[in-house]
């Protein structure tokens, strides 16, 4: 599977955003989809899943600001992000699960800031 994340860019606090990951390869295979984020100097975190029943699971830090969700044909993923704060600058990956394999895309920045 091969990941491409697109969308980041740079925000005022309070704006939105939405990113996208391109899905490609053996897509049918996926058990579930996330959305990762790295700030600079921290540890990569989890921002949301969503797993192949459209159920989403989201870090208590963006619950009710972001959305998590995939397109019918399951090959994009999303992330809209509201209320953006300068907390929510990072690096944003896309993941894909596959049984127990991991698939990591390349990051888009987001930085917010006015």
């Known amino acids: 599977v091969q990941l491409q994340a697109s969308g980041g860019g740079l925000v005022h606090p309070g704006g939105s955003l939405r990113l996208s990951c391109a899905a490609s390869?053996?897509?049918?295979?996926?058990?579930?989809m996330a959305w990762y984020r790295q700030a600079p100097g921290k540890e990569r975190e989890f921002v949301a899943r969503i797993y192949n029943s459209g159920t989403p699971l989201y870090a208590g830090s963006v619950q009710g600001r972001f959305i998590i969700s995939r397109d019918s044909a399951k090959s994009t993923l999303y992330l809209q992000m509201n209320s953006l704060t300068p907390e929510d600058t990072a690096e944003y990956y896309c993941h894909a699960s596959i049984v127990n394999k991991s698939y990591w895309g390349q990051g888009t920045q987001v930085t917010v800031s006015s």
């Open positions: 390869g053996n897509i049918e295979a996926i058990n579930y």
